[in-house]
């Protein structure tokens, strides 16, 4: 069974600080892992995944085989940043793709 | 809106209670998921239809039951109603079964 952690409910940073929230996994095959983010009063969406190796809005994550880490980094922090942030995983040889999530961490930066 | 869309958002009913949450997908999507948001539990999968089809099944209650139609809507049936069962049901749709996932806007259940 997959699991995912994200060992932090609460993060607050200040605008320009850099900022990392956590993620690691378990899972025996090879995982896909994404990152969504709920603003307030709307709806989840994605934010990046890691085979698209892509930054969105600043935020770029790395897929750590070894650590089983996959966590989102932004290099200066925004007030509008300030959100939920979930981590997900879909186990890999499925066509099923359910998506097993964390805890969430409530990124809130001040000005 | 072309995207998913959740009706009620809101919904508050009594323990023992049936209700019934509706979701529409995405045009052109036929997979449905849908999920569970709890301050306990975190976000958590229920269960999934393609196509009108059940695919895959997570950590559905045996009260709780879903069904895809033919025009592809899907309904949440929720049963014999808990005070734990209050949270946001989220839906998601994709394309196909492992595409992805875009989500509504939830419906909150209130159970009192």
């Known amino acids: 069974a997959q699991r995912v952690t994200q060992p932090e409910k609460l993060l607050s940073v200040f605008k320009g600080a850099p900022v990392e929230l956590k993620c690691n996994y378990s899972?025996?095959?090879?995982?896909?892992l994404f990152w969504y983010v709920q603003y307030s009063r709307q709806r989840l969406q994605l934010l990046l995944r890691?085979?698209s190796r892509e930054s969105i809005k600043g935020f770029t994550a790395d897929l750590n085989k070894g650590e089983t880490s996959f966590h989102l980094k932004k290099p200066f922090a925004q007030e509008e940043d300030s959100a939920m942030y979930y981590c997900?995983?879909?186990?890999?040889?499925?066509?099923?793709?359910?998506?097993?999530f964390g805890q969430g961490t409530i990124l809130t930066v001040h000005p | 809106d072309s995207g998913v869309t959740q009706t009620p958002k809101h919904l508050i009913t009594a323990t023992g209670q049936r209700v019934t949450l509706r979701c529409s997908p995405r045009?052109?999507?036929?997979?449905v998921y849908w999920y569970q948001q709890s301050l306990d539990q975190g976000l958590q999968f229920l269960i999934q239809?393609?196509?009108?089809?059940?695919?895959a099944k997570g950590n559905i209650l045996e009260r709780f039951s879903a069904q895809q139609f033919p025009d592809l809507h899907s309904e949440l049936n929720l049963s014999s109603l808990e005070l734990g069962d209050s949270a946001l049901y989220f839906c998601?749709?994709?394309?196909?079964?492992?595409?992805?996932?875009?989500f509504g806007p939830g419906t909150r259940l209130t159970v009192l």
């Open positions: 998601a749709s994709s394309v196909v079964p492992g595409g992805q996932q875009f």
């Open positions: 045009s052109g999507d036929l997979s």
């Open positions: 239809y393609y196509n009108g089809e059940e695919r």
């Open positions: 997900a995983l879909k186990a890999g040889g499925t066509s099923y793709g359910k998506l097993t």
């Open positions: 890691h085979i």
């Open positions: 899972y025996s095959g090879s995982p896909e």
